[in-house]
């Protein structure tokens, strides 16, 4: 349910809408938006009268949410929503390019890698300090060492970084450096991480399950607005399919889905999706030309070095030459890329 | 294998080197092409020695095939094919745009979208004549009588007609029409009917099946470039996963993946790939974005009433406006779509 | 709908109530049972009055049928099916088991397995004549000359041979030596060849396609039951799923399901739901168990040496150790298996 | 790799080449078991020389193992993993039955279901306290309560107690009470979740994500048993298809599959394998019949007022009437259920 009031209501009715809310068991949340002011209502809804609240002042108009999900839907909120990183606004016409290695794998490495990114005008840099892998005998990362560098790349360099907190335990140290979380595949339905990192009021990147729906990855995201935190970035990084040719199938379906669905930004990560590094590219603006916002791309100085995924890594010379070619499509969709 | 020999050999030659290829028991393709001249070998490959045929005069080199499809291979066949019909250049730097209603349902209904599909620009038309259904007590489609009215578009309009052939009853009755045949998702395995088809020598629209790898899809192209008609059009239409938020999903890795390993051309059915009309425009953008020669995309002059898939259905108005944002991405991509 | 009448209603009244149902432009199908009288309808429902029907003499009951199958369905038939093959009646208290090679490679090589099943007290031998193949250039089947040796081997041992019709063409030379025609998973949505098969009245094991739901292997069972066809084996082989350990995923859900909503026999195929030998007598187990009137199992005389399949295909002492498992499990399942 | 050595080599022998492999920088691994003494080495395998440890006294054998999982594999123990929960056996001959309601209601509904239970003669109690939900709104279990009435049910009725923890926090809570903890499917991957588990030395049910593959559900169950327990009891509980006439599609081939390639037991969990109560007992048969070691199933005292799963939970008679055939189907796979 939802509950739309005079977009200058005074303060006093506000509250007085938020305790009778409270009141039924349920749980007010004030949804953020500049051309309505509205309360979604979470909880057990066969309590909340309709008629009741049409009945209180400043309140106009009272709307039932149809999908699971509630605070991540445009029904809820049908204002895109913009989620601002250190001046970078993502959500809006500007798209959000995020490139860098699977894995910080020394010093060295990222500062090398970290540097061409900037020098093309990328601004937010991704990089695993810690790696979920399915073998327990795989590189799981640098960890604590690598999420130091991460550190002195952002000090040094002025990048924004986008690291993946695996598990509890972790978080304090990645928000330490992290401007953006990731959430990774394998933990879209970790709920007890998601709701903790949710309460860090961080930017997060929350990838899609590998068999996860697309009611399922809202849902998730359900998880994390419902603390308040509207700073959800969606990422589709494709799917589970019988198709062998392709180490996974992106459904870049889900992007005009989503935007039909829920209010928040949607981006698209090619290079697990297809997971050969020469379909990149293709995949890459096929993303943008399906109205995603922004691309999480690995790159890499030396893939076929590379400690993990170099196979699915674009080195800097094609990544260039993709980005440019980006340029060229954004206004195509009514988006702009700024290098600078 | 794969033996290469001089462009300009003397017939005799060539025709030496075939002949021993039928010695073995293996069958000779002289494939098309205008940078070298290239003649391939299928069947039982134990027997071919290659330093028997290097020997042979004009033979320059000779080349193993490493997939299972051999006459639709990027190795047997370097360039790009280029399928002509009457005129219209297809796999080429201009996109096919092919539209129109799922059947054809009357007279009226074919020649208003038709002449509306014209009026824009369009130059071939889509309408089912033989509808395979599901169920035995859904509308099959008005047969021969949509048969005849999709004739008096073609004579009248002069527009290219894409239409399904069914079975091999149909065939002789659908190519008199057709100007290409297109060979629907559910017989992409139906052997028979692919290898009659191909012996026509008409132009082929072969849609991947539902849960056909992109491998099985080429092995049924190689049916029919096996009886020496290179004129296959390929086309994804999305393929069978858990998602339920869409009809479909439509894998677009497949267009790079293809694009890479066969010669042949590829469009994209976003239609039925995503199955709902208002995700229809993103998909198409993303196809072409990502790579292929081209859309079939269903068009109806009144979407709500259609006999079948009225729900995927763009009306003419979006549809217009999505071939005026195709003709903006299409530069991007190296492609231009000249409507007129 | 269904129209349900007294058991020994005079024949004028079920010929009123017939040409009723044809003056609505829908099609009457008496339904075959012992236990009631019963008329089904299709066709455009909305045209028939229940109330109408109920005012008829010797009408006891209409029935509404909610599936989108409907002479298939138990709404319409509570009964279970029984095929007699020659006095043998499939879909009852007894087993059906079909064994055999993948193909018939030879006359030795078919009289060879063919005598050693027959001894075991196997009465259904399963081999291609024609075989459907992914490739153009894997074996095809030795064709007529397959069937030929298929028929010398049932007028020899007095076998009942259940082979494939792959296409139109060969529909009634299948037929010349068949006792049950088999429907591949490639043609389950081939809806001509389907009708073709099931207007020779000849029973037909119809498998389930690679990609099909439960729903439509249904639909493709009612084009032929429509066409007054009852005797339809069903046969589930396994679904293409993500998983790459086993050629396909075998799903035993479907057994239970099927008997829930449908009349008709269904048996499994667990050489191609597995595909690899060694893991098919516990999946053979498993689908009598699930409630499977039968398997359909793959056996060759020398399984390393066969020329398609042979490593789906058990030998024969490992068969003959599987029915003697299988004759102890059928009493537990209400079942019984006759070796003789 | 894997040293074998005698039987009875001296400890000191032992020891020495305990040390090298560690001196390698690999790790070292004694494998339990009768009749051969096994040292397993995991690692960077590329500085193993097998040549230097047959050198070694007492040393016999040194095999490669193939899988990308080590420990868990049949490779490294090719006898039976025999699991040992209060006197219970589990993976020999005993089938193992764990059965109960999806979440603790109350204290009333637990002990009603688990004493109707126990008077059947079933040992292993299922009930979860926290439960894992695809929406932040849904029911998520008693917590704390609920374990405290499961602590219960174990005092006083001696059952043991099956349930999960869901996360870091609640793994001291739930060990306290649980003699098998349950890893949910949802936390498959949850790799830091699954390592601190399997530090408890307690048993553990792994059950498999709805789209990983039996290989990766053994390299899961390897990040367990790498840390020397190997109380691991796998789960096949169905994985995700384009099927959606069953909640999931129960992949019964993952048996056979995984007792060929594994020692360690599985069992089968066809509540959610099929998701419809009435498909539950065939299924369970069958789960059985494939060489399962036992089965996890939802019985709840009044499934039409379950908080959650309540068309998927048998009531107590439906469940008693399966235990009967179950027992009747056991010594047919060489199996027995003792019920008392």
Same mark, same amino acid.
């Given at each position: 349910?939802?509950?739309?009031?005079?977009? =200058?209501?005074?303060?006093?009715? @506000? #509250?007085? &809408? %938020?305790? %009778?809310?409270?009141?039924?068991?349920?749980?007010?949340h004030e949804i953020p938006g500049d051309s309505k002011l509205a309360i979604g209502i979470t909880g057990p809804s066969d309590k909340v009268v309709k008629e009741d609240f049409l009945l209180m002042p400043s309140v106009e108009e009272v709307v039932r949410v149809s999908k699971k999900y509630k605070l991540v839907s445009r029904e809820m909120k049908s204002e895109d929503t913009l989620i601002n990183?250190? +001046? =970078?606004?993502?959500?809006?016409? /500007?798209?959000? *390019?995020?490139a860098g290695p699977c894995s910080v794998e020394s010093r060295d490495q990222i500062f090398d890698i970290a540097g061409q990114l900037k020098e093309m005008g990328i601004k937010f840099l991704r990089a695993g300090a810690y790696k979920p892998r399915s073998s327990p005998y795989a590189f799981q990362g640098l960890k604590? $060492?690598?999420? !130091?560098?991460?550190?002195?790349?952002?000090?040094?360099?002025?990048? #924004?970084? &986008?690291?993946?907190?695996? =598990?509890? #335990?972790?978080?304090e140290a990645v928000c330490n450096v992290a401007d953006? @979380?990731?959430l990774g595949a394998r933990n879209m339905q970790n709920f007890t991480?998601?709701? /903790?990192?949710?309460?860090?009021? $961080?930017? @997060?990147?929350?990838?899609? +399950?590998?068999?996860?729906t697309v009611e399922e990855l809202l849902l998730s995201a359900e998880y994390i607005v419902s603390q308040n935190n509207y700073n959800v970035i969606l990422c589709e990084r494709g799917i589970r399919t019988f198709e062998t040719a392709t180490r996974n199938t992106l459904d870049l379906n889900a992007i005009p889905v989503i935007k039909k669905n829920s209010h928040l930004p949607i981006i698209v990560d090619p290079s697990h999706? &297809?997971? *050969?590094?020469? $379909? *990149?590219?293709a995949m890459a603006m096929a993303s943008i030309a399906s109205g995603a916002d922004g691309l999480i791309v690995e790159v890499h100085p030396n893939p076929e %070095?590379?400690?993990?995924?170099?196979f699915q890594s674009l080195n800097p010379s094609t990544f260039k030459s993709l980005?440019?070619?980006?340029? !060229?499509?954004a206004p195509v969709v009514n988006k702009k890329l700024t290098l600078n």
């Open positions: 349910m939802l509950i739309l009031m005079g977009l =200058n209501s005074p303060r006093e009715h @506000i #509250n007085q &809408v %938020k305790e %009778k809310i409270i009141s039924l068991g349920c749980t007010p990183v250190n +001046g =970078n606004i993502i959500g809006g016409e /500007e798209l959000l *390019i995020i604590e $060492k690598g999420l !130091e560098y991460l550190a002195d790349v952002k000090k040094e360099l002025g990048m #924004n970084i &986008v690291t993946e907190a695996l =598990n509890q #335990n972790t978080i953006v @979380i990731q991480l998601i709701e /903790e990192i949710g309460k860090t009021q $961080k930017p @997060i990147l929350l990838k899609r +399950g590998m068999s996860a999706g &297809v997971g *050969i590094w020469d $379909k *990149i590219p %070095k590379a400690f993990s995924d170099g980005i440019a070619k980006l340029q !060229e499509l």
